[in-house]
Nanobody, 117 residues
Framework: EQLVESGGDLVQPGGSLRLSCAGSGFTFSGRILGWARQVPGKELEWVSTIYTSGATSFADSVKGRFTASRDNAKKMIYLQMNSVEVEDTAMYYC????????????RGQGTQVTVSS
């Protein structure tokens, strides 16, 4: 099972960015996937879950600004980040949500998002 993120970059406050994640080695369409983020010195924080139906849920901190989607044919998930804030600066990980703390979930290698003017 492998998850590979891409799309991280330096973006100005108020700007937009789209992260992508490619999955392989598992039945992609049958797996709940999502996004989490981490800043140095803090635990991994859940951001979004994308269910097999395509339904999504979001942390309160990003609700209304971020959207998420999946393309099962391409075995990809996406995180569209709009109206980004300095507080969104973090390493973003594609994750397989499970029971327990996000830090215990399988994840990719991460992609860095830095929000700064």
């Amino acid at each position: 099972e492998q998850l590979v993120e891409s799309g991280g970059d330096l973006v100005q406050p108020g700007g937009s960015l789209r992260l992508s994640c490619a999955g392989s080695g598992f039945t992609f369409s049958g797996r709940i996937l999502g996004w989490a983020r981490q800043v140095p010195g803090k635990e991994l924080e859940w951001v979004s879950t994308i269910y097999t139906s395509g339904a999504t849920s979001f942390a309160d901190s990003v609700k209304g600004r971020f959207t998420a989607s999946r393309d099962n044919a391409k075995k990809m998930i996406y995180l569209q980040m709009n109206s980004v804030e300095v507080e969104d600066t973090a390493m973003y990980y594609c994750v397989m949500p499970q029971r327990g703390r996000p830090a215990t979930w399988p994840r990719g290698q991460g992609t860095q998002v830095t929000v700064s003017s």
